[in-house]
């Protein structure tokens, strides 16, 4: 309500019922008046203060699971289709995967799990078209594998009635990474990109067979050699219809934010070839887990952490996918000393992106912040989310968890990937900008 609207509902009764009336009632009237406009203010800013977040109070942080060892990366799904977040995530130390169901407003979270030894990802996805989810599980380590473990068509949370399977041709061939699903081929549903790190590290796709089930007739082909893959998206860069392999390297001669131009389904024999590649920048840096986003007309924008000091932002300039702008933003003060994760969204409410960072390094530092980006003297006001507490944050998502209609914060901290100290575990964040 307006101050206008204020005056509309006593101003004019008032004057109404005293025309013509003595001094003395036309005082009252303006008193009235007056006092109602004080209610509205005093009312106002109270709604306004309800409505802002301190910069220097950490958020309320809600648990979800911390009953296992090294939580090692979140990504979300919604496998029973009831518009609700499901999370899956990775155990590394624990040797698990688990899929978590959303309780909606209750807080206990059931899981499935599935076994997945040195676990770095996991993703939910329906890989032989029957209508149940899968999930996939990539392994580093020593255990150097990609597994399926394929869905029931009854009985979907007893872990019993699930199937373990590894692809053979990925065993033991490098220290898998992350995973995409992509239908690469455009042929037997889809197909796995996938990355690796260290000895034999690829960025590459799993082609499936006509009967995916059918394990030992998975095909791997390399894309291109890497280093150590920390991200991978599927974007058409290019404009040309076709998803592109977008990753994030570092840790050798390969490293950068770089793309790979998918070389169409009709190319058959190049799609088993190396991919032609682009670079969009930080060839000699050590870029961590990024996230995009779309601005003006579709061109894709980029934001990731470096290993160590700035967080990066990549505009694309042109159709091609070949011009790229680059700026960049010092960590905060108080941060964790290793920089991994970057996610943009609106957080308090005024229609602009802000910016969420995670780290590793934060015993005793802050390990996830929000900032916010003041046009005027174009600089960078960041804020406290998770306070002191924990010590390895991952990957961070801005999901509306509770549905009271702000950008809560979905998060993992592993410890330092301690096998005997549990870190966190599978943690988020409320929003205090609408308390229910």
């Known amino acids: 309500m307006t101050f ?4 509309g509902m006593y101003g004019s009764s008032l004057e109404k019922g005293n025309a013509g009336g003595s001094f003395s009632s036309r005082c009252v009237g303006n008193w009235i008046v007056l006092l109602s406009f004080l ?30 060892f090294g939580s090692d990366g979140t990504k979300v799904c919604d496998v029973n289709k009831d518009g609700l977040t499901d999370i899956i995530c990775g155990w590394e130390q624990g040797h698990v995967a688990r899929l978590y169901f959303n309780p909606g407003p209750s807080e206990h979270w059931s899981y499935l799990e ?26 580093e380590g020593t255990h150097k594998r990609i597994t399926i473990h394929w869905a029931p068509k ?14 053979p041709c990925t065993v033991g061939a490098t220290q898998w990474m992350f995973g995409r699903p992509m239908d690469v ?8 990109i996938v990355a690796a790190k260290n000895e034999g590290a690829i960025v590459g796709w799993l082609e499936s067979p006509s009967n995916p089930r059918d394990i030992d007739a998975w095909k791997l082909h390399t894309i291109a050699p890497a280093s150590w893959v920390m991200s991978i998206e599927i974007l058409d860069i290019d404009f040309d219809g076709q998803p592109d392999v977008l990753v994030s390297d570092r840790n050798n001669d390969t490293n950068g934010i770089k793309w790979f131009k998918h070389p169409g389904t009709q190319q058959t024999d190049k799609l088993h070839q190396r ?6 920048g930080l060839p000699k840096r050590d870029p961590m887990f990024f996230q995009t986003a779309r601005y003006d007309h579709g061109l894709l924008e980029i934001w990731v952490p470096d290993i160590r000091n700035h967080v990066f932002h990549f505009k694309q300039l042109d159709s091609l996918g070949h011009d790229w702008a680059l700026d960049s933003i010092p960590f905060p003060t108080g941060s964790g000393t290793v920089g ?51 010590n390895k944050y991952d990957f961070a998502y801005l999901i509306d968890m509770d549905l009271d209609g702000d950008l809560d914060i979905l998060s993992s901290e592993e410890n330092n990937n301690s096998s005997t100290v549990a870190g966190l575990g599978v943690i988020w964040y409320e929003n205090p900008l609408f308390n229910k």
Do not use: C
């Open 154 to 167: 009854q009985n979907y949370a007893d872990k019993s009635q699930w199937l373990s399977q590894d692809i």
């Open 114 to 139: 599935v076994p997945a030894r040195d676990v770095e990802d996991a993703l939910v996805v329906d890989l032989d078209a029957d209508g149940y989810d899968d999930i996939v599980t990539f392994s």
């Open 4 to 7: 206008n609207k204020v005056v």
């Open 185 to 192: 081929d455009g042929k037997n549903g889809l197909d796995l």
């Open 39 to 68: 209610t509205f203010m005093v009312f106002s800013n109270v709604k306004l203060l309800s409505q802002s977040i301190d910069p220097s109070v950490p958020w309320k942080m809600h648990i979800i699971d911390n009953s296992s």
């Open 340 to 390: 991994k994760s970057a996610a943009i969204g609106d957080i308090n409410g005024d229609g602009q992106n802000d910016l969420v960072t995670t780290y590793d390094g934060a015993r005793e530092r802050i390990g996830i912040f929000w900032s916010s980006h003041n046009a005027v003297d174009d600089h960078w006001i960041h804020h406290n989310v998770s306070g002191l507490a924990g």
């Open 275 to 280: 991919w032609d590649q682009h670079l969009v």
